[in-house]
């Protein structure tokens, strides 16, 4: 039922650590995202696929790599976690239709990282 | 609480009364915009869109407001209810075909019983 489902929803691990975070949709949407939300509660895109495609990337450290298996997914990766990487991280999709300007994204439930 | 620390401007109303949250967007040719809710510990949810070659628009007890001189958007919902009570947020999609939306900071709204 759910629409846009990620996994897990909370992931506590050490600094220098390597983690996964998955996200899928099942609306039929062809373009994903990343968004990374601070203890202050702002929003930051960080990364957006179209079609498997990255079509943005907003200065996000190496660190992290999306990937993005087929349209339904966009997994993100994190290397050699930081503290700082601590947040609440949010994946969304949206239809993606080129030249439609509505182009409303849906969110998923969120996954709490925390880095000790 | 949660809000300890947040510094997210806020609102504190009571049950029944009506509810004006506001937001200055930052880019001119922002041709899309969106209301989000966020309730504690899930995501953003979305509650009204609104193009810019309109200046209002209504749905479910929410009513949405653009003022595109000023660059203000504005959220109202009447008789807010205690289930209301969450972090809203205007997105602004500034057009292009890179589906890039910016998040404005959020409002606290707190519906005291």
């Known amino acids: 039922d759910t629409a846009v489902s990620q996994t897990p929803k909370y992931l506590v691990t050490q600094m220098g650590n390597d983690k996964s975070i998955k996200c899928e949709q099942n609306?039929?949407?062809?373009?994903m995202y990343w968004y990374k939300q601070d203890s202050k509660k702002f929003l930051k895109i960080m990364f957006s696929y179209n079609n498997k495609e990255l079509i943005i990337n907003e200065t996000v450290p190496n660190r992290f790599s999306p990937k993005s298996p087929d349209k339904a997914h966009l997994n993100l990766h994190i290397n050699s976690l930081e503290l700082g990487d601590s947040a609440v991280y949010f994946c969304?999709?949206?239809?993606?239709?080129?030249?439609?300007?509505?182009?409303?994204?849906?969110f998923g439930p969120g996954t709490r990282l925390t880095v000790l | 609480g949660e809000s300890v620390g947040l510094h997210l401007p806020t609102l504190s109303v009571q049950e029944g009364d009506n509810s004006i949250i506001n937001c200055a967007y930052s880019?001119?040719?922002?041709?899309?915009f969106i209301w989000y809710k966020q309730e504690s510990g899930k995501g953003p949810q979305f509650i009204i869109d609104?193009?810019?070659?309109?200046d209002k628009r209504q749905g479910q007890r929410v009513t949405v407001l653009l003022n595109k001189t000023v660059k203000h958007l504005s959220l109202q919902i009447a008789a807010t209810q205690p289930g209301d009570s969450a972090v809203y947020f205007c997105a602004e999609n500034s057009g292009g075909s890179n589906y890039k939306l910016t998040f404005g900071k959020g409002t606290l709204l707190t519906v005291n019983p």
């Open positions: 969304a999709s949206s239809p993606g239709l080129a030249g439609v300007i509505t182009d409303t994204q849906y």
């Open positions: 609306l039929g949407h062809d373009t």
């Open positions: 880019n001119s040719a922002s041709d899309y």
């Open positions: 609104i193009r810019s070659n309109m």
